[in-house]
């Protein structure tokens, strides 16, 4: 909240006297041509010459476009005035104090508190705010941006005690909002608005950081057992349910077997050798391998009973 004349305020009001004494110059040169020669006359003349000047220029005030200027008559305030330009009445008028419209920043400094489950912590903020009324900035507190960054810091402490670490640490967004609601309540008063406050950092002892290192790991240790788990049960029930459907229908696991020997052909670096098998429990064989040696067998029993029934007829 300034209280002092800009630079170019004041250059006005001295452009402005200059101009007003030359035209006084001016005018005494007429009025001496006129004839005018009395000494008091001339006293006079001086004087308003030199007090008008001052009067005019001191009336002057400039305000930026992001400025208010409050305005004292009598030490009663009767308004505030800008942007541009606007006059007072020196002597009766005083314009004390220019308050700025601009949304301000102000970096709170790291706060240090314990949070609702005892563990020390400390948050560093930014808070946002601007001035939505600027009669009560400066008629309800002395100086709202040192009243504002006090309650931003008292309040952040408060806040920190309110939540848990857990909270602290994936919550950051909810606590600004905190943070902003609180102060925002506190400050409205004064003409104050907080749009937003911005969690930067949440900052914890290096030996809690390794126990909370530990225990997100062992969380994800956790999960990824547990998804193991879940896979190999899922992977037991469908080989069980492959297993019922092979048992149901002996030609679908000709079939896939017929499919797995192809795979294995596909890579070129494995050797299939074909054994027969004798027993229907061994993998069955898509070239008809399985049951070879009964079947050499019936045809060796056959041949052995041809030739039997053969030599009688001989004999006769």
């Given at each position: 909240?300034?209280?002092?004349?800009?630079?170019y305020?004041?250059?006005?009001?001295?452009?402005?006297?200059?101009?007003l004494?030359?035209?006084?110059?001016?005018?005494?040169?007429?009025?001496?041509?006129?004839?005018?020669t009395?000494?008091?006359?001339?006293?006079?003349?001086?004087?308003?010459?030199?007090?008008?000047?001052?009067?005019?220029?001191?009336?002057?005030?400039?305000?930026?476009?992001?400025?208010?200027?409050?305005?004292?008559?009598?030490?009663?305030f009767?308004?505030?005035?800008?942007?541009?330009?606007f006059?007072?009445?020196?002597?009766?008028?005083?314009?004390?104090?220019?308050?700025?419209?601009?949304?301000?920043?102000?970096?709170?400094?790291?706060?240090?508190?314990?949070?609702?489950?005892n563990?020390?912590?400390?948050?560093?903020?930014?808070?946002?705010?601007?001035v939505r009324?600027?009669?009560?900035?400066?008629?309800?507190?002395?100086?709202?941006?040192?009243?504002?960054?006090?309650?931003?810091?008292?309040?952040?402490?408060?806040?920190?005690?309110?939540?848990?670490?857990?909270?602290?640490?994936?919550?950051?967004?909810?606590?600004?909002?905190?943070?902003?609601?609180?102060?925002?309540?506190?400050?409205?008063?004064?003409?104050?608005?907080?749009?937003?406050?911005?969690?930067?950092?949440?900052?914890?002892?290096?030996?809690?950081?390794?126990?909370?290192?530990?225990?997100?790991?062992?969380?994800?240790?956790k999960?990824?057992?547990?998804?193991?788990?879940?896979?190999?049960?899922?992977?037991?029930?469908?080989?069980?349910?492959?297993?019922?459907?092979?048992?149901?229908?002996?030609?679908?696991?000709?079939?896939?077997?017929?499919?797995?020997?192809?795979?294995?052909?596909?890579?070129?670096?494995?050797?299939?050798?074909?054994?027969?098998?004798?027993?229907?429990?061994?993998?069955?064989?898509?070239?008809?391998?399985?049951?070879?040696?009964?079947?050499?067998?019936?045809?060796?029993?056959?041949?052995?009973?041809?030739?039997?029934?053969?030599?009688?007829?001989?004999?006769?």
């Amino acid at each position: 909240m300034g209280q002092t004349v800009t630079s170019y305020e004041f250059g006005v009001q001295l452009l402005v006297w200059l101009l007003l004494i030359l035209l006084f110059l001016v005018v005494g040169f007429f009025f001496y041509q006129l004839g005018m020669t009395s000494a008091s006359a001339w006293v006079i003349y001086c004087f308003i010459a030199l007090v008008v000047p001052i009067f005019v220029a001191a009336s002057i005030r400039i305000a930026a476009e992001w400025e208010r200027v409050a305005v004292l008559r009598l030490g009663k305030f009767i308004g505030m005035r800008g942007p541009g330009l606007f006059f007072i009445v020196p002597i009766l008028e005083t314009t004390p104090a220019r308050v700025d419209l601009r949304v301000r920043t102000y970096d709170v400094p790291r706060q240090r508190s314990l949070s609702k489950d005892n563990v020390p912590v400390t948050v560093d903020a930014v808070v946002y705010f601007f001035v939505r009324n600027p009669s009560a900035a400066v008629l309800k507190v002395q100086n709202y941006e040192k009243a504002t960054q006090l309650g931003a810091q008292s309040i952040l402490r408060d806040m920190i005690g309110k939540f848990t670490l857990d909270q602290l640490l994936g919550e950051r967004e909810r606590l600004a909002q905190e943070i902003q609601r609180a102060l925002d309540a506190m400050t409205d008063e004064w003409g104050i608005k907080v749009p937003m406050v911005e969690v930067r950092e949440v900052i914890v002892d290096p030996q809690l950081e390794v126990a909370i290192a530990r225990e997100a790991a062992a969380e994800r240790e956790k999960r990824a057992r547990v998804r193991l788990a879940e896979a190999e049960k899922l992977a037991a029930q469908l080989m069980l349910e492959a297993a019922q459907t092979y048992a149901r229908d002996p030609i679908a696991l000709q079939l896939r077997s017929m499919n797995m020997l192809y795979e294995m052909t596909l890579e070129g670096k494995s050797t299939v050798i074909f054994v027969p098998t004798e027993t229907h429990l061994a993998m069955p064989t898509p070239v008809g391998v399985y049951g070879l040696i009964e079947k050499l067998s019936e045809l060796a029993k056959t041949s052995a009973e041809t030739k039997q029934a053969g030599q009688p007829e001989a004999a006769s």
